[in-house]
């Protein structure tokens, strides 16, 4: 927990080199149940190294469930989750984290009074020193905070300065980089542009970026066409809980994502309704770019929905 | 984090304080205000305006045996300021710390004379009472989430009903007799109690230990990962616990530390005075906290020092000892608390804002 996690991240890159094409996180046919309420439903999701994994989907579309999952605060009920190939049940974030998985909130990210270096390596602290004359190695912590931020190109004069006098954007990126830092192989990006405004969130992209480039697999939660289209590989839309469209970036435009985004199917059948009832010129509402995508089998919720 | 308002403010500021788009840098904070932003450097100035005030206004006080005797006023306040404001930083504050002093006196007290044991062994027993007192209250407040004013005004309540009846049941008085003729009496009382000669001025040996605490704890605070747990939990808990700092284990120790600190008072008082009266020790909870918050400890937890606190003790210890030295009716302490606790708390309030806000 202290100084041996300490590049960790460089030993894991060389493991996963090799295998770059296999996924180091994989769901097949996940699916969560609380009690009666069936959350989540026959999702398949891989994350490969070096690559940005976007799920999209409106509020109450399982997108919580999903990363609850992956980063080990829920275990799945159903279908299989894989880890470098092998099936795995996480019980606490801490297991997530020791397989390199690492959830950054928006809200649970730093403590906004302590000075960079010190949000940076919390919880995991560099000492030198033995018995009670263990002591912070504060030199060393902030000189690797600063290494590790200049590498994330994110560039701080003062180091002292409380995090909560960072913007939002640079916050989430402290957050990061301090994933990265303590060995996390994959990235779990909880809405990260969710409260920010157009120019932080371009911050916030560009780290998701470099993170990619540092052969990170980065799973990006958001509900924004737009953000995802900028920095994915790979797009997964969720809807009442089932996977509604999965594309590879050269398989969908951004047309067709915003469109799947901004309700769809649905969309389509409310423009039959409405041509129905007469008074909507339906002639003018914009045409629907029908997907060329395949759409998971299981996967007809719109009808279901009233 | 809406606990933590003074640094929000960042959050709606404009990015224009820096190049934000271009690779996040940010303008370094001119050294005025990062001094300022200490938490410890408004009670500094403040406590050197009262010394200066009674030094001009009680000409006795610039004797060198009315200042040990303010030292030492200051100190056994100064020496339970310091877990208490420990605690504050953590974001929790405890009001049993006051009656749980007089506890500590009394298990050690009664304890040796009713079985007529060397006193180490009460000074002892009543340590580990004093700790399972703070691990107790700690426990409470972890595994019930309630907040810490509930928990210990419970046990508040609870340790002074137990001062009274069982002192009363074990001696039939209302204070515990005299064991200055007991076994150990005199090797606890050189460690607690004595008192050394500095210049032909009579120094409490209170007075070191106060500072040497101060400085165990400036270095714990600010040297150690525990220092660094001790701001996180009460800075943001979630935050904290989501990174790994082990929060019920930080909260639990803080709270025994403040018992640490009532037994070493109370074992100043018991070998200091020979005897304990019961019903004691009421209402000094409220002058820890108001000596922590006057020393920049933030109520609400994340911010503070431990050297802040030995000055807000040291304003307490001036100007109750200043009043009588000026010869004013003492009467008028309280309401010089009052206002001093006021005026430090606008003080810090401006400070923060200032020196956060860019």
């Known amino acids: 927990m202290t100084s041996e996690t300490t590049g960790t991240h460089a030993t894991v890159r060389e493991d996963t080199a090799p295998g770059a094409d296999r996924p180091v996180v994989e769901l097949r046919g996940a699916g969560k149940t609380y009690g009666t309420i069936r959350a989540l439903h026959g999702v398949d999701l891989a994350v490969h190294p070096g690559r940005v994994s976007c799920v999209l989907g409106d509020n109450g579309a399982g997108k919580s469930t999903l990363i609850k999952i992956i980063s080990g605060l829920h275990r799945h009920t159903e279908g299989e989750f894989l880890v470098d190939g092998a099936p795995v049940s996480f019980s606490s974030p801490r297991e997530a984290l020791d397989r390199g998985i690492a959830a950054v909130y928006q809200d649970l990210a730093t403590v906004p009074l302590m000075p960079v270096w010190r949000n940076f390596f919390l919880g995991s602290e560099l000492t030198k020193g033995t018995g009670p004359f263990r002591r912070l190695d504060i030199a060393r912590m902030k000189r690797t905070a600063d290494e590790e931020l200049r590498t994330m190109g994110i560039v701080l004069d003062d180091l002292e300065q409380p995090v909560g006098t960072l913007s939002g954007g640079q916050r989430q990126c402290v957050a990061i980089a301090r994933a990265v830092h303590f060995g996390a192989r994959v990235l779990i990006l909880d809405e990260p542009t969710a409260a920010l405004g157009v120019k932080q969130s371009g911050v916030v992209l560009k780290y998701i970026a470099a993170a990619r480039e540092r052969g990170l697999g980065v799973i990006f939660i958001t509900h924004n066409p737009h953000h995802a289209y900028m920095v994915g590989d790979h797009f997964s839309v969720l809807r009442l809980g089932t996977l509604e469209l999965s594309a590879a970036r050269s398989e969908i435009t951004l047309d067709t994502l915003t469109h799947h985004m901004a309700g769809g199917a649905e969309l389509t059948a409310l423009k039959h309704e409405l041509a129905r009832v007469g008074g909507v010129d339906v002639d003018e509402l914009p045409e629907d770019p029908e997907p060329s995508v395949q759409q998971p089998a299981a996967s007809d919720p719109v009808e279901g929905k009233s | 984090m809406s606990r933590t308002e003074p640094a929000e403010p960042a959050v709606g500021a404009p990015p224009a304080a820096g190049p934000v788009g271009s690779g996040g840098r940010t303008r370094q904070r001119p050294p005025a205000l990062r001094l300022l932003a200490r938490p410890e450097v408004g009670v500094f100035l403040g406590a050197l305006a009262v010394l200066v005030f009674f030094l001009i206004a009680a000409p006795s006080v610039r004797q060198g045996g009315s200042m040990a005797t303010v030292l030492y006023q200051s ?126 001025v009579q120094v409490k040996i209170t007075v070191v230990w106060w500072l040497v605490f101060a400085a165990l704890a400036t270095w714990v605070l600010l040297r150690t990962r525990y220092g660094n747990w001790v701001f996180a939990v009460g800075g943001d808990r979630e935050s904290a616990r989501a990174v790994g700092v082990p929060v019920t284990f930080t909260k639990v120790t803080l709270f025994m530390l403040v018992g640490f600190g009532a037994w070493f008072v109370g074992m100043h008082q018991l070998f200091s005075f020979n005897t304990v009266q019961s019903g004691e020790g009421v209402g000094q909870e409220l002058i820890y906290i108001a000596a922590a918050v006057i020393g920049g400890c933030l109520l609400t937890g994340g911010h503070g020092s431990a050297v802040g606190p030995v000055f807000g003790a040291f304003m307490f210890g001036m100007v109750n000892q200043g009043i009588v030295y000026a010869g004013w009716n003492p009467d008028w302490f309280k309401a010089f608390l009052g206002v001093m606790l006021l005026g430090a708390v606008l003080v810090n309030l401006w400070v923060r804002r200032t020196a956060i806000r860019r």
């Open chain 2, 75 to 200: 100190s056994t306040i100064g020496i339970m300021a310091l877990p208490v404001a420990l605690l504050m930083i953590g974001g929790e504050f405890d009001l049993s710390a006051g009656v749980a002093v007089v506890t500590s006196a009394l298990t050690a007290s009664m304890l040796s004379y009713q079985l007529t044991v060397n006193v180490w062994t009460g000074v002892l027993v009543a340590l580990l009472v004093s700790l399972g007192a703070g691990a107790f209250n700690g426990w409470m407040l972890v595994r019930t989430g309630l907040p810490s004013f509930l928990v210990t005004l419970g046990t508040f309540l609870i340790l002074q009903g137990v001062n009274l009846a069982v002192t009363k049941l074990v001696t039939g008085n209302v204070a515990t007799d005299d064991i200055s003729d007991m076994d150990g009496f005199d090797q606890a009382k050189a460690l607690f109690a004595s008192s050394f000669g500095v210049g032909g």
